[in-house]
């Protein structure tokens, strides 16, 4: 199985001007692959809504890809989302699931239907027109770009173990991230 950090530094490895939303345990590793005006890290927000975000910002910003590395926990807060993602259909809109099976931010307790949910499965019942899922690394790499080239919206479930760093559990002040993000896209818009 490949390590979340693998995982980031892949997708950073591809990431061109795409916005790029991260919570909890990508939160506090994806700043060690880009330090792009355009990443919002949402640790201090509600778990479980970061699709949302990413929902609202693809909606608002159809010219340009939003790319969403959200958690299995935090997934499960807000499996909805799936539908309303896959109804409003926002051409530019990626969501990653993270999946390590725990809620790892919050002390490694596992997640409810571990082993048995599948969340590809439920993003495509749900009405996602692309679903995709990984295990290995290579398979990843080898496909990202044609992924990132897709018409949305995607769903991409990444089985990825923990990179064994210490995590936070100190949530972050988003104000003035946000203000950040929402004048590098007004700057970059004129």
Avoid at 152 to 160: I, S, Y
Wanted: proline residues 6%.
């Amino acid at each position: 199985m490949m390590r979340r950090d693998e995982v980031l530094s892949t997708l950073a490895k591809y990431r061109t001007d795409e916005i790029v939303l991260t919570t909890m345990s990508t939160a506090q590793e994806w700043p060690a692959f880009s330090q792009s005006q355009y990443d919002f890290n949402a640790r201090g927000t509600g778990m479980g809504h970061l699709p949302d975000l990413g929902l609202g910002l693809a909606v608002a910003c159809p010219d340009r890809k939003v790319l969403v590395l959200n958690g299995d926990g935090s997934m499960l807060m807000n499996l909805g989302v799936l539908v309303t993602i896959a109804h409003t259909a926002p051409r530019n809109l990626m969501l990653f699931v993270f999946e390590n099976e725990i809620y790892e931010v919050t002390g490694g307790q596992p997640i409810p239907g571990r082993g048995q949910a599948s969340f590809a499965a439920m993003a495509k019942g749900a009405g996602f027109p692309h679903t995709f899922e990984f295990s290995d690394l290579a398979p990843f790499d080898r496909e990202l770009p044609r992924l990132l080239k897709l018409d949305g919206p995607v769903f991409v479930n990444l089985r990825a173990s923990p990179s064994g760093k210490k995590l936070s559990t100190k949530t972050v002040p988003v104000i003035a991230e946000s203000r950040a993000l929402r004048e590098a896209l007004i700057k970059a818009h004129r």
